[in-house]
């Protein structure tokens, strides 16, 4: 799902749902777009078709020194088909093909393009493997080129993340699980004691499953770092038994769970550094409970203003999601 694909099908569900509704109003303020670029919308629509929505691409300027588009393809090439060597040990078979090009530019070229690493230059190599019939490995499912945090409907992509809230007096270390639907934002939150490990993150699955189908989300797919609470075959095996696809995120990329790394940004600021500093708690029982009443109002009051919720509650997408599909 590129990001063009994401702007094309907020505009058609905008029409749509305007269409289903029969408010222009409504729809747009559930969709978080003016009724200025609304009409825009259905103009062109109805002058040539929904394909005519898709963000049209913008040439990217030419510089005078840049490297012409014939090296880049052949270092692109060389570097994908000997992904353990570096930009120096390059130079060789880059001469051989006529590139004259130092290092230094050689790993430019790569790096913009997502192949600065050897371990992305490997998983390039997997892929186009996998794409022409060979074994599908570990890293041809993961990638090296990311992706977008985006899906096309509740529960298909649930990111799960733990953090870890402190050291207690009296009680422990506390640790806090935590899942959030990346289509409507609907989170789902459980503090264990103890370690984080696997079986713990194998009950709080059982626990997000319960809680999202109470939501009317059910959860298809999940989205998870490296980390050994996720890593570890209790985990594994309990999503593949409850047919859950699990994704894991490239080594080293928290910017990949986006998604649950900003909602613990959010939860530390706004709510435990605040009741830490109002009372002090001797059971995390009822830490808990009043975790549980911020998660509520998260998801049922509290406006979001990133570029995606533009606003809107995880309530409001969950709710124009539901409408859309009756």
Known sequence: MTGSDVIYQRRVRALSLAEDLGNVSEACRLVGVSRKSFYEWKATAAAYGL????????????????????????????????????????????????????????????????????????????????????????EALDGPFGFCHFAARPGDLVALDSFYVGNLKGVGRVWQFTAVDTHTRWAVVDLAIGEHTAQAAAVFLDLAIRRLAQAGITLRGVLTDRGPEFGGTDFGCHATKLGIRHTKTPPRSPNHNAVCERFHSTVLHEFFRVVFHREFFTSVDRLDRQLQTWVAYYNTRRRNRSDYMRGRSPLQVLTASQNRVL
Not at 54 to 62: A, E
Not at 73 to 84: K, N, V
Not at 91 to 109: A, C, W
Not at 120 to 137: I, K, M, W
């Open 51 to 138: 394909e005519a929505l898709r963000p049209r691409g913008r040439r990217r300027p030419r510089q005078p020194n840049e490297t012409p588009t014939w090296q880049v393809d052949i270092i692109l090439a060389e570097g994908i088909s000997r992904p353990t060597l570096g930009a120096a040990q390059l130079l060789p078979f880059l001469t051989d093909r006529g590139v004259e090009i130092s290092p230094s530019g050689v790993h430019k070229v790569l790096r913009r393009h997502r192949l600065g690493h050897r371990s992305q230059r490997l998983a390039a190599l997997a892929q186009l493997t996998a794409l022409g019939g060979g074994p599908v490995v570990e």
